[in-house]
């Protein structure tokens, strides 16, 4: 059989399925909403079996995904439809995630009480908790990186994620690392902020001026292969 004729066994069973509910029903509004989810459905289905089968692998196909809803006896049934962001040939968004640089302006050992801005450093089975509060007003926000690269540090075998800025945003980096290093602990460190998670807290001795940094985790070692990996893919659209 042709692409255009083979589609899998799975997506038209549900696809038939769904017409005969809906001849059944009569045929009302929800019901042609049904039947135009299930053809959405199968004419993915085929796309992404063609793509396979000519080399492509895992393209840029868009996939409706359909949660269940229950209701009750005798109402009609219905489907919420999520629509995933659009992809590019790689399955990125095509948007990296922003990062936030914040001076620390204060480290307790707790974890931050709800609604007082702080970020929270969760205790491990050999640190306590930590409550970590920083200067959004004098730090760098929406900071979009050009290119972060998941890696085994040299010194001690831990993953990290190595960071490259713009040259913009270099000069500012330059500006704030310099503005902090001469004050004492914790107020030396900034904290890495990427969706509203703390992801590092570095402190610094002497202006960076070359525009790289490492992403750590918030204590060393906190970083496995697999999140220093997803990490790296979410802050560089380009992998």
Same mark, same amino acid.
């Given at each position: ?18 017409? &005969?509910?809906?001849?059944? +029903? ?6 042609? %909403?049904? =039947?135009?989810?299930a053809d959405g459905a199968l004419r993915v289905a085929r796309r992404r079996q063609w793509l396979a089968r000519t080399g492509v692998g895992v393209a840029a196909v868009a996939v409706v995904?359909?949660? #269940? ?11 919420? *439809? ?16 922003? $990062? %936030?640089?914040?001076? $620390?302006?204060?480290? !307790? ?10 970020? !929270? ?10 409550? *970590? ?9 929406? =900071?979009? $990186? ?12 831990? #993953?990290? *994620?190595? $960071?490259?800025? +713009? ?37 610094? &001795?002497? %202006? ?11 204590? *060393?070692?906190?970083?496995? %292969? ?14």
């Open positions: 059989m042709n692409g255009s004729t083979e589609h899998p066994l799975h997506e038209t069973l549900l696809h038939d399925a769904l017409h &005969a509910h809906v001849r059944e +029903s009569g045929g009302d509004a929800a019901g042609a %909403s049904l =039947v135009g989810l995904a359909t949660a #269940w809803v229950t209701v009750a006896d005798g109402a009609t049934p219905r489907a919420h *439809v999520v629509q995933p962001a659009a992809v590019d040939g790689t399955g990125n968004t095509g948007k990296a995630a922003p $990062v %936030s640089l914040l001076p $620390v302006t204060s480290s !307790t050992e707790q974890a931050c009480t709800e609604g007082s801005g702080g970020y !929270t450093v969760h205790a491990t089975a050999n640190q306590p908790a930590f409550c *970590v509060r920083a200067d959004r007003a004098r730090g760098m926000t929406d =900071v979009r $990186v050009t290119s972060a690269k998941a890696e085994k540090s040299t010194t001690d075998g831990t #993953w990290q *994620v190595e $960071v490259t800025l +713009s040259p913009a945003d270099r000069t500012r980096f330059a500006a704030l690392t310099g503005s902090i290093a001469g004050a004492p602990a914790p107020r030396n460190g900034f904290a890495i902020i990427i969706d509203g998670k703390l992801w590092g807290r570095p402190s610094v &001795a002497s %202006s960076i001026t070359g525009g790289r940094f490492e992403i750590v985790g918030a204590y *060393v070692g906190d970083l496995t %292969s697999a999140t220093a990996h997803d990490l790296a893919h979410r802050l560089d659209p380009g992998k």
